[in-house]
């Protein structure tokens, strides 16, 4: 593996990716307010501190060693020879980032991206953990994420690692295409999400002695909905510099990157009030939020590499399959997830990820991160739809039993749930001593006593 | 029609531009949280839920054809001549911004400038229909003003269009000049908002049978004041990215732009809090946040082509007149805007329009859409205040009814108004189905029962 | 003095730093809803009105007179000769900013960066005065600070002054050196905070008769931590700023700066989570709020020149330090300060400085304020740790008593704090006449009844 597949950023563009980069923390703000309002008031100051601790220590773990094991394209990695070619399976770097010139290199960027979006992968799972997650807890499930199963996975799609080459080791097309993570962050992030949701299990009272699902509305639908542009923001920056660092998106084509993002989100959520305004008779608020977030985070895998009207596609289905992710989750599977971070996380996350296979088009000389720029324009193929199925199949196999192993381990040692009194008292008593509110009275009877 | 009046834009000053565009939705956060904030609690979910839609729509509608009548300075477009010159009165570009290569271009930057800005010009009739305008009728009116009034009023302004053209047809100085949108967004959004009030009639319980109005407090003065942070960050990035893209201005002049929208808004919020309080005794903290974004969109025209002391004349100025505006509208016409909508965008949008004719010095080269740089220096004169003031009239003459008959046609067709029973639920149970703080008791009856 | 020091930007260097110095209002957002959110209910309107009224009138003030005493490194400036060395300590340039080319020179960013962090330093009161403070009384304070103790002091460190000049005038290493602001914007806002504190007195119920405080908790904490997010961008875009601007960082280490400022940033939090958690038995969500605010507030000299491992180290530190200056100041020193702001700004900010005596290691060419560029790398040494001590006896031996002076005279001619009366009612229906959450009910009588 040499250094052929690295970007090579002008100054311009340097400039550009990390402001770029400097905007992501407003993504990790409309989670944690979406998650905050979505929640119950006696646990909303939790719901905070939760995303502000779980944030503080991906971007600590993800320092000390995660990009030891993530690393970039073209720079030391292990390699396995396997049926003649070379698989690059993990990065190769020391702790703490030493080594790693912060210069403004492509390396430097990656990182520093990275630092912060392994925080944003980290607040997925505790919209599907609230009302009833340990912040102890939260906060070590972070250091599995942050440590292990975030850089493994990233180090596939982004560091060159074995995703990637699945273009030049066996033809199929650029390899796996992901520019903004919707793989690496959202899927990671909704599967370990689902994971917690059923090692967790539901809320008390969320399902009556019939296994009959209750409505628990969230606290606070103005935090919901305002989250909503917050993550705009954040995601435009987290899919612009994620297209330049790991598909080689010349400045330029960041315009584009920006437009599909926007219109993504938008369709989306039109897609999910129209559909629940058709189904319950009015449109519901936090579905449609959930759909605008799922829009999100289906245009980042593919937003570089379509035009306009194919985003306003991918956001129509992204909403549609959110409305319809969030009832199936909740009645057939009894998943309790508040926050519906599975729908959208992991649910549109795989869809954005397989969207690249049906509608990219990449036009222009692209970085394929495993071998190089491409001469003149290739569409998208078979091959690149079979990678896209590959990298997919990777997050349900291998991905998915991975987390899910760890945080059952780490509920073996360390209990992930509060325990009934915890939950009745509310997180912010029971977890910080102090509540959220203290000078508004609130009615919570109403929903406990059921 | 020529490409000659189309700036050029070096990478850096594209970076610049894009990154400026990508904090206007801050602009529209900030809206949207002080219309919400300046609401009745019992419809806030709504007026979340509204601007998301309404941005939504916007932005759809004007990718897919409120592009195609804007288009952008030295691209196609229709024009009629008339005694002997040309008038270019409308684009004429494809749907779905086809054949615009969405690569970094100054006609590219505007697109996705103009498909967020369309959305920021659509939220401010929300301020004036707040309480009591329906969702349907909010996206459908939405419709309109993206689809129709508001890209041809600004193909006119920043499209190279027939008010552009006033100076190179009839010598007024640079032609009608507004750098940031007073006019286009600011303006074209507040005579929709005058449309929609009157449309609508008053809230219940606003005015007494003798016609003497109450007032009605928002509901959340923090939400109101912290949306005058997020909407400075939002107009830094629209003054910055308009003035490079419609005014020519070099990257370096931005940081006088930044300089005078920031003291415009500081010295209008001042004024209004010093008018305030020398009127009533204590100073308004509502007005003054209107003070506040009444400087933001007085500066927008003039932001780049004035010293620091004339902004803040400007802002002090535009503080006064929302002021007495607010009073004015509310008593003497009997509108009931409770985001004083009409007064913060189309009275200091007109105010910011003929400011340029004041104030303005165009000291270094700057662009002329509609027929390139100019050589040295020239100084606002009696021409430039003569095109200002066509483009006021232009407003007032054309624009406004239109806006008045095409949202009266749409109440022919969709009434525009909830019915009595949902005014007296608050929009939040009656058309989304669910209250915004639904844990929280209030004081509803206080008011309704006037 | 001539303008050898001053640095040279590039076009891109420009553009980034200008979009940086964009980002920095947020810095000031976080600091109002935090201030907002460690206040009552009753009086958070008031917060965020003076929040709002104090970054104006510090914006208008610095532009009109303020920046005259400043200036920047290599522009005009008056000199006294003492033991036979130039000792620069004030500007000379004219009001309004006049004769200084806003047109992207390293001077005019400058300008505009201290226009709003004039304001952020000016923020940092509130939270000491936080339930008692007059709203005049706050815009005075600030005209002080904005025209007189700010300028001097930042013209002394950034301007090319004597505190910087100790490098070149006694060999102390590069002189003081601040990349951020932690002394000039930080520790001189804490500085004032506990002079005003000291003045205002205690909140009404604060203190027994026996001198045992009471906690008075915070009316929001959603509010409070959602402020840490938005503290953080602006940290981002004011640190990498000031260290183009200040240090002559290259714009590629930018990239180093804002890894630093978010490290430094987590690990205060968590270091303030555990030891609440060591101590209390639960960690308190307010004091990780402060905590993280002390991070940012610790990074901020030392962020350009620190390799990560020692931002983690700067902000465990900070954490630490943040917590127990809480509790001695309202144990010990019976000084009531609801926001934090002395323990958060100047006992952090004073860490910060020192902290670049510890860890600084000037690699790459430096731009050394007072004579250009130093060829080749240098380490941190005693004599840049002297220089850093001798700042920090500046900001204790006189701006800390000239801003007591200052506040104290002020107190004599227009009383700083609301009568007994005003603190009763709340502040908000006493000085602005209307509640901040006029339709919620609140428990205010078991708090102003003790």
């Known amino acids: 593996m040499t250094a052929l597949g690295a970007p090579v950023l002008s100054e311009t563009a340097m400039a550009l990716c990390l402001l770029c980069i400097l905007l992501v923390p407003f993504a990790g703000a409309g989670l944690a307010l979406v998650n905050a309002g979505l929640g119950r008031s006696r646990s909303a100051a939790h719901a905070m501190m939760a995303s502000l601790c779980v944030a503080a220590v991906a971007a600590l773990v993800y320092v000390v060693c995660g990009f030891s094991w993530q690393g970039f394209i073209g720079r030391p990695a292990h390699e396995l020879v ?11 770097e020391p702790l703490f980032l030493r080594r790693l010139p912060l210069d403004g ?19 997925i799972p505790l919209g599907a953990g609230a009302d009833r997650w340990r912040l102890r807890a939260c906060c070590l499930s ?5 440590g292990c199963t975030y850089p493994l996975f990233a180090h596939w799609v982004w560091g060159g690692g074995w995703l990637a080459q699945l273009g030049v080791n066996y033809g199929l097309g650029h390899g796996f295409v992901d520019a903004g993570g919707a793989s690496s962050i959202q899927a990671v992030g909704g599967f370990t999400a689902l994971a917690i949701a059923w090692i967790l299990g539901p809320r008390r009272g969320k399902y009556s002695l019939e296994g009959v699902p209750t409505a628990i509305p969230g606290h606070n639908a103005v935090l919901v909905l305002f989250a909503c542009v917050l993550a705009l923001v954040g995601w435009l920056g987290l899919n612009c510099a994620g297209a330049m660092l790991f598909t080689g998106a010349e400045p330029g084509r960041t315009v584009l990157v920006a437009i599909n993002t926007a219109l993504a989100a938008a369709s989306s959520a039109l897609a999910a009030a129209a559909i629940t305004s058709l189904r319950f008779g009015k449109p519901d608020a936090s579905l449609s939020a959930n759909g605008w977030f799922g829009g999100l985070v289906a245009s980042s895998a593919a937003c570089a590499f379509i035009p306009p009207a194919a985003a306003i596609v991918i956001g129509l289905i992204a909403g549609a399959l959110v409305v319809f992710a969030v009832e199936w989750f909740e009645l057939r599977l009894a998943v309790d997830d508040p926050g519906a971070a599975i729908s959208v996380h992991a649910v549109s996350g795989i869809w954005g990820v397989l969207a690249v296979g049906l509608f990219a088009h990449f036009r222009s000389p692209v970085l394929n991160v495993a071998h190089g720029p491409l001469p003149g324009p290739t569409s998208g193929d078979a091959g690149q739809w079979l990678a896209q199925v590959v990298g997919v199949a990777t997050l349900l196999g291998f991905v998915f039993p991975l987390t899910y192993g760890l ?44």
């Not at 290199?105 to 990275?114: D, F, H, T, V």
């Not at 630092?115 to 607040?123: C, K, P, T, Y």
């Not at 972070?142 to 942050?146: H, N, P």
């Open 82 to 92: 396997l049926a003649g070619k070379q698989w690059n399976w993990i990065a190769a």
């Open 105 to 123: 290199s492509p390396a430097s960027l990656a990182a520093c991206l990275q630092m912060l979006s392994v925080g944003l992968a980290a607040l």
């Open 142 to 146: 972070t250091v599995l994420l942050a």
């Open 407 to 450: 945080n059952w381990l780490l509920n073996r040692v360390c209990p992930q749930r509060v325990p009934m009194e915890g939950e009745q008292q509310g997180l912010d008593l029971y977890e910080l001593g102090a509540g959220a509110y203290p000078e508004f009275p609130t009615y919570t009877d109403e929903f406990t006593l059921r």
